[in-house]
């Protein structure tokens, strides 16, 4: 078995479109194997680290801005 790594999207009609330089490399028609990974952002956890961060931070630290 070969793998390959790429980003794909998927297009209006449910159709997955992989790059070119892949889709050359496979024979047709054949199976493959799928695996989907989605990028989300989660906002709200970022602003819970930030806000717990900034909470850590105190007037005494800045001293430490200046180095």
Known sequence: ????????????????????KIANKLKTPTKIRVMIFVEEEDTEWNDFTM??????YSEEDSIYDSL
């Open 1 to 20: 078995m070969k793998a390959y790594k790429c980003y794909a999207s998927i297009m209006a009609d449910g159709q997955l479109s992989i790059p070119l």
């Open 51 to 56: 806000t717990q961060f900034f909470n850590g």
